[in-house]
């Protein structure tokens, strides 16, 4: 089967290179891997993650405007949740890359 080559514009160039930034932060990876578990408050990811919550925020705000992950709110809560399977196949796929024997 041939394919015809399509140059990608200024646009779609800059959001894969943005996603593969936020996939190239350990910190990143680690919320990503859990929210890909559960969906989670940001006490929560702080606890299970051992990690400050000025960092937390911080790395949910850059993967929220990336629209990698998404956040509801319940009561005075706000859970945050994939909202890109893509990604986080590339995610999945990369990590048992890394741990085949």
């Known amino acids: ?22 996939l190239g932060d350990p910190t990143r990876i680690r919320i990503l891997h859990l929210l ?3 969906e989670c408050s940001v006490g929560e990811i702080v606890e299970h993650l051992s990690l400050g919550q000025s960092t937390v925020s911080h790395q949910l705000r850059f993967l929220k405007n990336l629209r990698l992950v998404k956040s509801r709110r319940a009561g005075t809560s706000i859970y945050y949740s994939p909202e890109d399977e893509h990604v986080l196949k ?8 890394a741990t085949h024997d």
């Open 90 to 97: 590339i995610l999945e796929k990369t990590i048992q890359h």
């Open 36 to 38: 890909a578990e559960k």
């Open 1 to 22: 089967m041939e394919h015809s080559y399509i140059d990608l514009d200024e646009e779609t160039l800059f959001i894969v290179s943005q996603t593969f930034k936020a």
